[in-house]
T-cell receptor, first 111, second 115 residues
Framework: GENVEQHPSTLSVQEGDSAVIKCTYS??????FPWYKQELGKRPQLIID?????GEKKDQRIAVTLNKTAKHFSLHITETQPEDSAVYFC??????????FGAGTRLFVKA | NAGVMQNPRHLVRRRGQEARLRCSPM?????VYWYRQLPEEGLKFMVY????????ESGMPKERFSAEFPKEGPSILRIQQVVRGDSAAYFC?????????????FGPGTRLTVT
């Protein structure tokens, strides 16, 4: 079945450094790739998304890249801040409205 | 425009009781999804519903779990004869109608504890 693998499971960076989280997906029909941030005890919230007709998208300190051939996509956070500390989930959606989530990456930004 | 609402926020049930979780989607949204999140784990898809229709329930256990999204009122996730392993956070999300996939807006979740 559909599967989304996410790495690393835990990531610790120094404030100001960059953080990169990578995901691979198995269903080549996937065409929408959102990223969600979940703070402790809170709901997941969308931070950025990308569709299969685009290779890269940037929003301030956050960027996402997509390689359809290799079936992988990545989240890049630059100039990390302590408030970026959270769990980040990637997801893949085939357009059939079933979204498969990765297992999550726990990001720690040390001040 | 109110966001996705879920109630109750916390629910404690004894083993064998029933749990009913409610989700009101955002105004104008016709798609509802339910996810389960175990502590320290990711979001597991359970079911996707539109009004009066279950579109995909492939992630939902075949026994004891059911979901509905009636023409009027909230979507309900029902767990019968709860067991300790059902303890988790249950999130619902909604999205607007359309052919392209859209962002899913999550509710605050219901934290179910089975004692």
């Amino acid at each position: 079945g559909e599967n989304v693998e996410q790495h690393p499971s835990t990531l610790s960076v120094q404030e100001g450094d960059s953080a990169v989280i990578k995901c691979t997906y198995s269903d080549s029909a996937s065409n929408y790739f959102p990223w969600y941030k979940q703070e402790l005890g809170k709901r997941p919230q969308l931070i950025i998304d990308i569709r299969s007709n685009v290779g890269e998208k940037k929003d301030q300190r956050i960027a996402v890249t997509l390689n359809k051939t290799a079936k992988h996509f990545s989240l890049h956070i630059t100039e990390t801040q302590p408030e970026d500390s959270a769990v980040y989930f990637c997801a893949a959606d085939t357009g059939g409205f079933k979204t498969i989530f990765g297992a999550g990456t726990r990001l720690f930004v040390k001040a | 425009n109110a966001g996705v609402m879920q109630n109750p926020r916390h629910l404690v049930r004894r083993r064998g009781q029933e749990a009913r979780l409610r989700c009101s989607p955002m105004k104008g949204h016709s798609h509802v999804y339910w996810y389960r999140q175990l502590p320290e784990e990711g979001l597991k898809f359970m079911v996707y519903l539109q009004k009066e229709n279950i579109i995909d329930e492939s992630g939902m256990p075949k026994e004891r779990f059911s979901a509905e999204f009636p023409k009027e009122g909230p979507s309900i996730l029902r767990i019968q004869q709860v067991v300790r392993g059902d303890s988790a956070a249950y999130f619902c999300a909604s999205s607007p109608p359309g052919q392209w996939s859209y962002e899913q807006y999550f509710g605050p979740g219901t934290r179910l504890t089975v004692t």
